[in-house]
Structure formats: C-alpha cells, structure tokens
C-alpha cells in the first residue's frame, strides 16, 4: 500500500511553545490530507482536511488559529500547534488519501 | 456528522475463541474501512468494504457490511496472541471524510 510519514515521531516542549508536524506521502500525490488526534485509549477524531493550494477546513470545535494547516505541495502538510498548552497533549495522526486513505504512523506530542 | 457505535469496547478472551465486533449507524455510508492500531503507531487498514451484502476474507478475518450500508461486522476465527490490538471501523461520510468508531481493544490471551 502507499506510504505516510510523519514527522517528528516525539515531541517535547515547553508550555507556550508552537510545534509543526509535518506529514509526507512518499509514493503519490494527494490533493487532500486529513489530521487527526487521539487522546489515550480514545479512538481518531478529525481535525481538519487539508487542501492543496487552498484554505484548510476545520471541523467544529477546532480552533483554525491554534491549530494551522498548510498544504504547500501535492505530497506535504503541516500541522503547527501554536501556543501550545498542555491540554494540547495528544497524538496527531495524518492521513493521505490515494484509493484510500493511508494513515502516518502519528507524532506524540507532549507540553509541559 | 454521522455516526459509528462500535462494540464491545473491550474484549478479552482465550486463544483458539471466536469472536465479533460490531459497527452499527443509523446512517447510510458509502463506503466502510476496517483498521487495526498498534500503540504509538498510525492505524493500518484491513479491509473497505463497499456494496450491501458484501463479505470479505482476510486469513481468519471475515469482514461483512450490511445489505443497507449502515453496519459492518468483523469475525475473528480461532483467535491468537498477535491479533492482540485496537480495531476501528471508519464510514466514508463523503467527501472523503472518514469517520470512526469508538474502537474495540482485543486482548488475546495464550
């Protein structure tokens, strides 16, 4: 199947710091990306979709100025966490769709 | 949003056991993904299923979506240690949207 990288795979940092995710499909083009989050022993909830050479769309209830998305190329999104605070502790997954959506193997974030 | 009522939530049971996991809506999906998710790792998929009725194998894997589209099942025969794992169902809302179902963590005992 395609391939989804992420990276970093870990991440540390201080409360107030900002973060970027980057998220790679490294066999094909994707036009969409999705980022997700899941908290511990909690199953994916959907961000955003990230649109290549457009706007990002967030679902309800994510702040679009917390959490910026930009879809440079057909193979790169980022995910920056911008002031990031504790609570925004969780893993981030992306996800790339070709046939179907291929997921990156996630970026565990921790702020302290 | 649609949504996807996963169960059981937890099921732990002895090797060489069957058993099934349920996906249920009460909304019609295009399409519906089975995953499995290590810790610490991204989910990978198993299986789409996509017409009313249809059934799918992987190995001791039998994957059924319903003949509405708004269920899917997932039967495990004969059960062993490495299918330890959390399984998701995820229905295609459109829009190439995925989402998911609660997850179901499978612990398989030796």
């Known amino acids: 199947g395609a391939v989804v990288s992420q990276h970093p795979s870990r991440v540390i940092c201080k409360s107030g710091t900002s973060v970027k995710i980057e998220c790679r499909s490294l066999?094909?083009?994707?036009?969409?990306m999705f980022w997700y989050r899941q908290f511990p022993k909690q199953s994916l909830m959907l961000m955003a979709t990230?649109?290549?050479?457009?706007?990002?769309?967030?679902e309800q209830g994510v702040e679009k100025d917390k959490f910026l998305i930009n879809h440079a190329s057909l193979t790169l999104s980022t995910l920056t966490v911008t002031s990031a605070h504790p609570e925004d502790s969780s893993f981030y997954i992306c996800?790339?769709?070709?046939?179907?959506?291929?997921f990156g193997p996630g970026t565990r974030l921790t702020v302290l | 949003t649609q949504l996807l009522e996963q169960s059981p939530q937890f099921l732990s049971i002895q090797e060489g056991e069957n058993l099934t996991v349920y996906c249920n809506s009460s909304s019609v999906f295009s399409s519906l993904q089975w995953y499995r998710q290590e810790p610490g790792e991204g989910p990978v998929l198993l299986v789409t299923?996509?017409?009313?009725?249809e059934v799918k194998k992987l190995k001791r894997l039998t994957f059924q979506f319903g003949d509405a589209r708004k269920d899917s099942s997932l039967h495990i025969t004969a059960a062993q240690p490495g299918d330890t794992g959390l399984y998701l169902c995820a229905g295609d809302q459109g829009a190439q949207k995925l989402v998911f179902g609660q997850g179901t963590r499978l612990t398989i005992n030796p």
């Open positions: 299923v996509v017409t009313g009725g």
């Open positions: 990230s649109n290549e050479g457009s706007k990002a769309t967030y």
């Open positions: 996800s790339a769709r070709e046939d179907t959506q291929y």
């Open positions: 066999d094909f083009q994707a036009t969409t």
